[in-house]
Each structure stands twice: as structure tokens, then as C-alpha cells.
């Protein structure tokens, strides 16, 4: 059974409060290592994870500000900027298309016009 972050053990999910003894056990890998729930423990029992720290802890109105512009800087640095001659390309062939259909809207619009005047005279 997987554990969410935050989540609180009860009996509708699968592991009651008086069998957590139990799952200790299960959770823990075989080379040793410390599963999740059992660091969790532990930095509870040292006193380090009782309070929210790094990522999670609650940042001021500037402090959420400044990291948002630093991360929209940090994106557009991962942009591939095109160089000046693909951009010239590009809104050649953008230009030449809206034309072609500002002429063909333009003359469908033409057709319609004379076939009403034709009908409705």
C-alpha cells in the first residue's frame, strides 16, 4: 500500500491506527534503507519534522513573487530563439497565408453578393 503525503491512517484506507506497528515492518527495504514512513518517524522523533521547511514552508507575498519571476527568466532561457533570418521565413509564409485568405474570403463574400442581388434583384 502507497502512502500520500499529508494522508492520516484510518480504517477506511486500508491501515487502522492500532496496526501501524505492523506495517513498519513490511515498509522497510530489504538492503537496509529506511522507507519513507519510518524517515518520517525518525525525523519526528529528532525533533526535525515537525515543522514545515524548504519548499513547503510559507513564503511572503514578495518572497512567492520574486520566485515566480526568477522561474519565468529561468523558461525563457530554455526558449530556442529563432535566428533573424527563420523569423523573416516565418512571417513571410504567416503574411503570404492571411493574404491568400483575406483574397479568398474576399471573393467568396464577391459570389454571394452578386448571387443575392441576382435573386433578390
Known amino acids: 500500500m502507497t502512502e500520500t503525503t499529508g494522508s492520516t491512517a484510518t480504517p477506511e484506507s486500508g491501515n487502522p491506527e492500532g496496526t501501524e506497528g505492523a506495517a513498519d515492518e513490511t515498509t522497510s527495504t530489504e538492503d537496509g ?54 523569423l523573416m521565413q516565418y512571417t513571410t509564409v504567416v503574411v503570404t497565408f492571411v493574404i491568400v485568405l483575406m483574397l479568398l474570403v474576399a471573393g467568396l463574400d464577391w459570389v454571394f453578393a452578386k448571387g443575392a442581388f441576382w435573386v433578390f434583384g
Open 33 to 86: 534503507k529506511l522507507s519513507r514512513r519510518e524517515r518520517r518517524r525518525a525525523n519526528k522523533a529528532s525533533g526535525e519534522g515537525g515543522k514545515k521547511s524548504g519548499k513547503r514552508a510559507k513564503k511572503g507575498l514578495f518572497a512567492r513573487a520574486a520566485i515566480f519571476y526568477r522561474q519565468i527568466i529561468a523558461e525563457l532561457r530554455k526558449v530556442v530563439w529563432p535566428t533573424r533570418s527563420q
